[in-house]
């Protein structure tokens, strides 16, 4: 997604190349999704959570989009390694074009907007929550289905599939990349040489690849901070115990992906407010109310948890001993918790139980403790985040707030990767927004380095 972004932004102005280690075409790809990578903490299915093929994970993803909040660029003083090297209204001006790219009817996510043109009757507000909405395009945005690459939009597009980067050569002085080292499934050799070069090869590839660029600096490319691969965050979900709705509620609509008059769909959840948030120490979080494909309308629904997850140097991604089949090594992910998301975990779960207890949607069964946090009942939300974080001190993350490394002039990062905290919402909209922007300001510096030269 975002390497085809920038691709579309940036072909009608400048000579683009796209290297895809995957297909073309729409069929599955084989095994090596899950072959070249090893799990040694929290269980991680990587055939199920990336998807190797020109359009990448937008193949196979669910379409859910939504904001981070204005807090959550900020530091916090309660979540180590906190704050972006940006704010919000940074991001303004790329919101309206990401909106469209996802098909998405507007981005304006507060529910009363949202649900302005629904044909029933929501429940928008519940006191001591924040109530927001997830969006999703109509159609939900698939690349390879919707986009033809022949069309006027993709002039000075060159795309090789079957083909993958391995290494990344730097110049003499390692201040910029002179060329990109890549095969074709063929075993066929060929560099790249470009102006720039921008790595968008999702959140555990793109890690990989710089680690695995060791032929000029034994701890990789890129990562003088030590830190790629680094604070690796997923959004653990989780069953909220403790409280069990009533029946009938009229908030059950929640659990339903609703549509509006013109058929845009949309769903709702909540969680603390910022100021709580910050009362009570945790991290950003929404709720969900759902049915399980097994319940049957008239069950009780449950209630879920969407957690942000702490920046923790312990979650990572690093370099297995074996090879895989084209002589790379495998990668290891250890997604682990801390400390901070299981008190999130426990906090969140008993004070939103509590809110929608005064609102009459149900009752707590039990105090939910960090203890109850078992690592088996976490599940993944297919989200590889801050493996590449933007920092504007180099010593706190590899890229800056335009995405381009600290070490090497040329070299950008594209993707979720490059989130320092990643917030409660599924990332593709803000990773698609920060896409967008990337793509002006290399517009900005390259075309006009090429009439100055
Ligand atoms: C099942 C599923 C459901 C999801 N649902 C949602 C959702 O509802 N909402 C949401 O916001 N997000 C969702 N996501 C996440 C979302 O799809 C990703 O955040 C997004 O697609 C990431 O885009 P990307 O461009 O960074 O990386 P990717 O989509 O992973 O694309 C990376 C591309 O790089 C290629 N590549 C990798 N290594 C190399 C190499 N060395 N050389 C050349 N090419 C290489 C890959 O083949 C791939 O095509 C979901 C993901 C999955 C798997």
Not at 141 to 150: G, K, V
Request: glycine share 8%; hydrophobic share 40%; with cysteine.
């Amino acid at each position: 997604m975002a390497g085809l972004a920038l691709a579309s932004k940036l072909s009608p102005h400048l000579s683009v190349l796209i290297v895809e280690r995957g297909d073309v075409d729409l069929a599955p790809p084989g095994d090596e999704v899950s072959d070249e990578a090893i799990s040694s903490g929290l269980a991680y299915p990587f055939g199920a959570i990336r998807d190797f093929r020109l359009g990448g994970s937008t193949s196979i993803w669910a379409g859910y989009c939504a904001e981070f909040d204005d807090f959550d660029f900020r530091p916090r003083d309660w979540v180590p390694m906190s704050g972006w090297p940006l704010e919000r209204a940074d991001l303004q001006p790329f919101r309206a074009d990401a909106g469209t790219f996802l098909n998405l009817r507007s981005t304006n996510f507060q529910p009363d907007v949202v649900t302005k043109e629904a044909l029933v009757t929501i429940p928008t507000q519940v006191d001591g929550l924040q109530v927001t909405a997830w969006r999703f395009g109509k159609p939900i945005l698939r690349i390879l289905e919707d986009w033809s690459f022949d069309d006027p939009d993709f002039t000075g597009l060159d795309i090789i599939a079957n083909a993958r980067a391995l290494d990344i050569i730097l110049t003499p002085d390692h201040s910029q990349v002179d060329h990109i080292r890549c095969r074709t499934r063929h075993a066929h050799e060929f560099t790249v040489k470009a102006d720039a070069y921008i790595i968008a090869t999702g959140g555990l590839e793109s890690a990989r690849l710089l680690l695995a660029s060791q032929s000029q600096i034994a701890h990789g490319v890129a990562n003088s901070s030590n830190l790629v691969g680094l604070c690796f965050c997923e959004h653990p979900h989780l069953v909220a115990q403790g409280f069990e709705f009533a029946l009938e509620h009229p908030i059950e609509i929640w659990a339903e992906k609703i549509r509006d008059r013109d058929g845009f769909p949309f769903s709702l959840c909540a969680g603390l407010p910022e100021r709580r948030q910050s009362e009570l120490g945790v991290l950003n979080h929404r709720a969900h109310i759902f049915r399980t494909p097994q319940m049957e309308l008239k069950d009780r629904p449950k209630l879920g948890l969407f957690l942000e997850q702490s920046p923790n140097p312990e979650s990572r991604v690093s370099l297995d001993g074996e090879l895989d089949d084209w002589g790379i090594p495998k990668l290891n992910l250890h997604w682990t918790m801390n400390d901070l998301d299981r008190h999130t975990f426990a906090v969140s779960a008993n004070e939103i139980g509590a809110q929608l207890e005064a609102f009459g949607a149900g009752h707590i069964t039990h105090e939910v403790r960090a203890t109850d946090f078992r690592d088996e009942d976490v599940l993944h939300s297919n989200h590889q985040l801050g493996t590449t974080r933007m920092s504007a001190d180099p010593e706190l993350g590899p890229i800056d707030s335009n995405c381009r490394s600290h070490d090497h002039d040329n070299l950008y990062i594209a993707g979720g990767g490059v989130f320092p905290t990643v917030s409660w919402a599924n990332p593709s909209f803000t990773m698609l927004v920060l896409t967008l922007r990337l793509a002006e300001h290399i517009k900005k510096r390259f075309c006009v380095e090429q009439r100055v030269t």
